[in-house]
């Protein structure tokens, strides 16, 4: 049954992906008319694709390949996705009054269109190769081979999907078996202990770990009831118990009609007795007075346990004194290496692989600057392709949707060739990126878009010489354009997109930013 269970939340979160993505295209199909060539041919390898899925979530396989065609389509409906959500922001963002400001909507409007029938062409060429590989492997029928869930089965999988998406699974585990087995001994063993804390730095692997404990085998069958709650720093406890609770129930209960009070009593009721056994997980609480606005709906007996991921150790303590609080270590070296590798051939055969001593070296020289963070080694080894050793003089970076919370950049300014990178759509999560001294020797082109927690880019002199090109869009938090940008001389076309008025006044003639780009011959701001 495990095994069933990993295949359909793997196939499961495939099919959650392109159901959104048909909702998204469904709802915006009056904005996207202009363009209703290029979205009625991807509609048509939706169609196709949905029908290879059919019914994928309550299915067993075990096959490698149907797994990398998953992978390849997630990757395409996450692409899609960002293509028309960012077509349909700058579609609504007109309204200016004016001949002249019309007159420029209009020829961005134009542009718009034109880019977004290129993007969706693209997207749609991708996904009818990758339709036409399954239909050629016969993933259909590799999929409905073997058992069906049962009804109460599939149901529960879907909540699990649904709360995870999109990081149900986890790639390149290394380093972490023995604090798995350490942490689930506390969880199973000890009933004592109410609520186990893993708290360190971002990027150490904290979500990592708790993952992993949450789905091992021994905690599965040790518990009932299973709640995974990602606790966003400006919450509603009500979204946090609705969640819990939603999750726990068994019986069909209406859990969004519930007020507060109702939802903090019967989530009470629930934990409060002995049996059945819960285990819940709230992920990612940053403070002490975060874990106050929601305990009310924790009793003091022992029918459940928790698992409480934070920054700051101090939480967990504050949550349960008698807690056990566990820091997860930092990489070795070694353990760096064997986790970047995994990353880098996920798609891959290892017994095909070979790398040369010159590239090995290479590799293990770049994986220094991670620190031992597995988050910066995972972004390390997803920056190297699925090819038998690693390019010398890689040209061209894409991230998104990968939440990094550690920095990126200090990372990928040591690629010596790199010309063009694109971070996008959720890449980085972090407050602050820096670009430092003599980093991107060779960069030409650089695009910040849809980084929702940005609040501040640093650019030290000296950085990016050769930056020709720079595009920043939807960055709602950034606070100003970098003060470094002044000593880029060699940068001719900056464009800002769906920023707000006043940031955009900033950088006009006599704004007081203005001295930050003026030396620059193009600068739209949109």
Same mark, same amino acid.
């Given at each position: ?5 990993v295949?359909?939340l793997?196939?499961g ?12 295209l469904?709802r ?10 290029h ?7 939706m169609?196709k ?8 979530d ?7 390949v ?6 390849d389509v997630?990757?395409?409906v996450y ?5 028309i959500?960012s077509?349909v922001?700058?579609?609504?963002s ?19 269109r ?5 993007g969706?062409?693209g997207?749609?060429?991708?996904l ?6 399954m239909?050629?492997?016969g993933? =259909?029928?590799?999929m409905s081979?073997?058992?069906s869930?049962? %009804?109460?089965e599939?149901?529960?999988v ?6 995870t998406f999109?990081?149900s699974?986890?790639k390149g585990?290394?380093?972490?078996e ?7 001994g506390h ?8 609520v ?15 993952r992993q ?14 709640a995974?709650?990602?606790v966003?720093k400006e919450f509603?406890r009500?979204?946090?118990w ?5 999750d ?6 209406d859990?969004k009609q ?6 903090q009593a019967k989530l009470?009721l629930?934990l409060g ?7 819940i997980?709230?992920d ?12 009310d709906?924790?009793?003091q007996e022992r ?5 409480l ?5 101090g939480?967990?303590?504050?949550a349960?004194p ?5 820091t997860p ?10 986790l970047c590798?995994q ?28 620190g031992?963070l597995?988050?910066?080694? =995972?972004?390390?080894?997803g920056l190297?392709?699925e ?7 890689l ?5 998104t949707?990968c ?9 990928l300014e040591k690629?010596?060739h790199?010309q063009?990178?694109?971070l ?7 407050r602050k990126?820096?670009?430092?001294k ?6 030409h082109?650089i ?6 927690? %940005?609040?501040?880019?640093e ?7 050769? %930056? ?12 100003e354009i ?6 880029i ?5 900056l464009e ?5 008025k006043?940031?955009?006044?900033? %950088? ?8 930050k ?10």
């Amino acid at each position: 049954m495990a095994e069933i269970v990993v295949s359909v939340l793997a196939e499961g979160v495939v099919a959650f992906g392109v159901e959104k993505l048909w909702d998204l295209l469904s709802r915006e199909s009056e904005r996207l008319q202009g363009v209703h060539e290029h979205v009625a041919d991807l509609e048509r390898q939706m169609r196709k694709l949905q029908s290879l899925l059919k019914d994928a979530d309550a299915k067993k396989h075990e096959n490698e390949v149907v797994r990398n065609f998953l992978e390849d389509v997630k990757d395409i409906v996450y692409d899609a996705e960002d293509i028309i959500e960012s077509f349909v922001l700058k579609e609504s963002s007109g309204g200016e009054k004016g001949i002249k400001r019309r007159l420029k909507r209009l020829s961005c409007f134009l542009v718009n269109r034109r880019n977004v029938s290129i993007g969706i062409e693209g997207i749609t060429k991708r996904l009818s190769e990758v339709v036409a590989e399954m239909q050629n492997f016969g993933i =259909k029928e590799i999929m409905s081979d073997g058992r069906s869930l049962s %009804l109460k089965e599939r149901q529960r999988v879907q909540r699990e999907i649904r709360q995870t998406f999109p990081k149900s699974s986890e790639k390149g585990l290394v380093g972490v078996e023995e604090s798995v087995e350490e942490l689930v001994g506390h969880l199973v063993k000890k009933d004592n202990i109410q609520v186990v804390s893993i708290s360190g730095m971002g990027g150490i692997g904290k979500t990592t770990l708790a993952r992993q404990v949450f789905h091992h085998d021994i905690v599965r069958r040790h518990f009932d009831g299973f709640a995974w709650v990602c606790v966003s720093k400006e919450f509603q406890r009500k979204d946090i118990w609705q969640k819990i609770l939603k999750d726990l129930i068994t019986i069909d209960e209406d859990v969004k009609q519930m007020d507060e009070n109702e939802l903090q009593a019967k989530l009470f009721l629930l934990l409060g007795t002995r049996t059945p056994r819960h285990l819940i997980v709230l992920d990612d609480v940053w403070k002490k007075e975060d874990w106050d606005r929601v305990k009310d709906a924790f009793p003091q007996e022992r029918g459940w346990k928790m698992i409480l991921t934070s920054r700051d150790e101090g939480v967990g303590l504050h949550a349960d004194p008698t807690c056990f609080a566990f820091t997860p270590t930092i990489l070795t070296p070694e353990e760096s290496w064997e986790l970047c590798e995994q990353i880098a051939l996920s798609r891959r055969d290892k017994t095909e692989f070979i790398v040369d001593k010159e590239l090995e070296a290479m590799g293990k020289k770049m994986v220094k600057y991670c620190g031992g963070l597995p988050l910066a080694v =995972k972004v390390l080894g997803g920056l190297l392709p699925e090819h038998s050793r690693f390019p010398p003089k890689l040209a061209r970076i894409s991230l998104t949707k990968c939440r990094m919370e550690e920095d990126p950049l200090p990372i990928l300014e040591k690629l010596l060739h790199l010309q063009s990178v694109k971070l996008s759509s959720g890449a980085f999560a972090g407050r602050k990126m820096v670009c430092s001294k003599g980093g991107f020797p060779q960069l030409h082109k650089i695009s910040l878009m849809f980084l929702n927690e %940005l609040e501040e880019w640093e650019i030290e002199e000296g950085s990016m010489p050769c %930056l020709h090109t720079l595009y920043i869009g939807v960055c709602g938090k950034l606070k100003e354009i970098p003060e470094g940008l002044k000593y880029i001389i060699s940068l001719k076309e900056l464009e800002i997109l769906g920023m707000n008025k006043e940031w955009n006044e900033k %950088l006009e003639s006599g704004g007081e930013s203005y001295y930050k780009v003026q030396h620059i011959p193009s600068v739209q701001l949109n």
